[in-house]
């Protein structure tokens, strides 16, 4: 089966998922149109994609690579344009909003980093990764009397969007060994297109905050990815293994480039 996805960009440059060509005035017809490449956009693309549907994917910024080049790829670069002040900002990749003068922050408006890039926000976020409460997603089911969003059976689909590698201990400091359960991640999908790991590298302070939480009575536990998140643990990362640099939804699209437009 094969499928044919599309990336229109601000520029006008329409990206064919395996090549990049400009055709500006081309009239095409599509199964969907996605508006938004962001986190939910690029899911719902590929995932249609792969079902055998012609996507066109809407973005109105650049890829994160080109709008925020070596810092957007690079994990430490996510303290780059996220401050609380308005004016730290890159915007070519963020919209720059502000919040209404907050009374508990000396009416100050706070910047609300929000991707405007291939990506969305996953490209400018902090790269932790974990699922979210069980609780949580109870009460949102309950709200809306759909018990497909509950943790249970959302959590397939969290581990069909994802490949995780293990933490290179060889790397991290002895003191620094993460704890987790790999079955919170496999699945009979191989080559998932968001990459998750550790990094191989931990901050001298963390085993000291280890140690700040044991003392308050927070305890190591390795259940953050099973919908509990009570306790304290290394954090997985959305990076990729192989050279540490970020993953984003917008592999779901380079993910598909690869596949060379063939959907199995």
Same mark, same amino acid.
């Given at each position: 089966?094969?499928?044919?996805?599309?990336?229109?960009?601000?520029?006008?440059?329409?990206? *064919?998922?395996?090549?990049?060509?400009?055709?500006?005035?081309?009239?095409?017809?599509?199964?969907?149109?996605?508006?938004?490449?962001? *986190?939910?956009?690029? *899911?719902?693309?590929?995932?249609?994609?792969?079902?055998?549907?012609?996507?066109?994917?809407?973005?109105?910024?650049? +890829?994160?690579? !080109?709008?925020?080049?070596i810092v957007g790829a690079a994990p430490l670069g996510d303290i780059?344009? !996220?401050?609380? /002040? #308005?004016?730290?900002?890159?915007?070519?990749?963020?919209?720059?909003?502000?919040?209404?003068?907050?009374?508990?922050?000396?009416?100050?408006?706070?910047?609300?980093?929000?991707?405007?890039?291939? =990506?969305?926000?996953?490209?400018?976020?902090?790269?932790?990764?974990?699922? #979210?409460? &069980?609780?949580?997603?109870?009460?949102?089911?309950?709200?809306?009397?759909?018990?497909? @969003?509950?943790?249970?059976?959302?959590?397939?689909?969290?581990? &069909?969007?994802?490949?995780?590698?293990? %933490?290179?201990?060889?790397?991290? %400091?002895?003191?620094?060994? #993460?704890?987790? @359960?790999?079955?919170?991640?496999?699945?009979?999908?191989? /080559?998932? %297109?968001?990459?998750? +790991?550790?990094?191989?590298?931990?901050?001298?302070?963390?085993?000291?905050?280890? &140690?700040?939480?044991?003392?308050?009575?927070?305890?190591?536990?390795?259940?953050?990815?099973?919908?509990?998140?009570? =306790? @304290?643990?290394?954090?997985?990362?959305?990076?990729? %293994?192989?050279?540490?640099?970020r993953s984003t939804s917008a592999d779901f699209l380079y993910h598909?480039?690869?596949? =060379?437009?063939?959907?199995?």
């Amino acid at each position: 089966m094969y499928a044919s996805t599309r990336l229109l960009t601000s520029d006008l440059v329409e990206a *064919t998922i395996g090549e990049l060509k400009g055709t500006l005035g081309d009239q095409e017809s599509f199964d969907y149109v996605v508006v938004g490449g962001g *986190t939910g956009g690029n *899911t719902i693309a590929y995932r249609l994609a792969e079902a055998g549907f012609s996507v066109a994917v809407i973005e109105r910024g650049l +890829s994160y690579e !080109v709008g925020e080049p070596i810092v957007g790829a690079a994990p430490l670069g996510d303290i780059i344009g !996220v401050g609380s /002040n #308005p004016l730290d900002s890159i915007p070519t990749v963020d919209f720059g909003l502000a919040t209404e003068p907050q009374a508990g922050a000396d009416g100050r408006k706070i910047h609300y980093t929000q991707g405007k890039c291939l =990506g969305g926000s996953s490209a400018l976020n902090f790269l932790i990764y974990h699922r #979210p409460d &069980k609780g949580s997603l109870k009460i949102w089911a309950d709200a809306v009397g759909d018990e497909s @969003y509950e943790f249970d059976a959302l959590l397939p689909y969290f581990k &069909k969007s994802i490949t995780f590698t293990p %933490p290179n201990n060889n790397a991290r %400091p002895a003191n620094a060994t #993460p704890v987790y @359960y790999e079955s919170d991640f496999t699945s009979n999908q191989e /080559n998932a %297109p968001v990459q998750v +790991s550790y990094a191989n590298w931990s901050p001298s302070w963390s085993s000291w905050a280890a &140690k700040g939480f044991e003392a308050l009575g927070i305890k190591l536990t390795g259940a953050f990815n099973q919908g509990t998140l009570s =306790g @304290y643990h290394y954090s997985q990362l959305t990076t990729k %293994p192989k050279d540490q640099v970020r993953s984003t939804s917008a592999d779901f699209l380079y993910h598909a480039k690869d596949k =060379g437009t063939k959907v199995n």
